[in-house]
C-alpha cells in the first residue's frame, strides 16, 4: 500500500448514490505525486476541521465496536432519526454491521481535516 503520511488533501468528494468517498492528495515531503484515496461502501462519516493545505498523518482500520464505543453520544442522538441506519438495541448495530463486513477507519490528520468512515473497504492509487 502507498504512503499516505504527509499528505496535503487537495480535495475531497462524497457521493451518496455510489456510497463513496474520495480523497484526492498530493505527496508530502516537496513530492509531486497525487494520490487518491477511496472509500467503498459507504455507511456513514465525519470530518472535521476542513481547512485548506490538510495534512494526513494516517488512516487507521479498527472493529467497528470501537466505533460505537467512541460515539455513543452521537449514535444515541441520531438513532431516532435512523442514522447510521435503523436498530433497536446497540447490540443489534453492532451484529449489523460485523456481519455486513463494516470497518472503521480513523483519518488522523497533522494539521487540518480529520474524522472517520464507516466503510467496507479502502484504497489507495497512484
Known amino acids: 500500500m502507498h504512503s499516505i503520511h504527509d499528505n ?23 513530492d509531486s505525486v497525487t494520490t487518491t484515496i477511496e472509500f467503498i461502501d459507504v455507511l456513514a462519516h465525519m470530518f472535521e476541521t476542513q481547512l485548506q493545505g490538510s495534512i494526513i498523518l494516517d488512516i487507521s482500520k479498527y472493529e467497528v465496536s470501537r466505533f460505537l464505543k467512541h460515539n455513543k453520544e452521537l449514535l444515541e442522538k441520531q438513532k431516532n432519526y435512523g442514522w447510521p441506519m435503523h436498530y433497536e438495541k446497540i447490540e443489534d448495530l453492532l451484529e449489523r454491521l460485523q456481519n455486513e463486513k463494516y470497518n472503521y477507519y480513523v483519518i488522523s490528520s497533522s494539521y487540518g481535516l480529520n474524522g472517520w468512515v464507516i466503510a467496507k473497504e479502502y484504497n489507495i492509487y497512484n
Open 8 to 30: 496535503e488533501i487537495i480535495s475531497y468528494k462524497v457521493d451518496f448514490q455510489k456510497s463513496r468517498i474520495t480523497l484526492h492528495t498530493l505527496g508530502g515531503n516537496g
